[in-house]
């Protein structure tokens, strides 16, 4: 059982996952437990009459305390988008990104986010692993950085 006080590193770039395709209780990638967590997004909504770029907070974030990922609930994106946009005919979004709120400094926090004064502090995703190509002639070294974006070394992330 995860410690309920466990604190995600924001900062840290990950790669995103939905619920539809893996479960919300193991990393896709490491097979290690996934923490909840409540962060804040970026969720860009499109509809047939409307579109919007809508700042929320989704408590059905899952975050891998190993590698490098986050499972999203995919029923509260689709709640989040639906209330966040006019028309409920063709609605597609994407996460764009999660929204480090603590990144803003004390002296910025009064103003509104998104501003040209207090940029949006979003931390994008890590390239799809799915999605990616590597080179096949080239073998990966155990002291290379880890072709999964992490910035750690394979030995220490997908060489495991």
Known sequence: MANKFFTIDLKKPRRRYFSDEYELTICPEC??????????ILLLVESSIDEADLMTNIAGSHFCMKCPVVVFDKDKLDQ?????????????????GIIDLNAIPDNKK????????NPMPLVRFLPDLRNQTFDADKKQGRNDPC????????KKCCGK
């Not at 009064?110 to 004064?117: A, Q, R, S, V």
């Open 31 to 40: 097979g290690s437990d996934l923490i909840p967590q409540s962060v804040s």
């Open 147 to 154: 072709n999964c974006g992490s910035g750690m070394k394979y």
């Open 110 to 117: 009064h103003l509104p986010i998104g501003t040209d004064e």
């Open 80 to 96: 989040a988008a639906l209330l966040g946009i006019r028309g409920k005919i063709n609605v597609s979004y994407r996460v764009g």
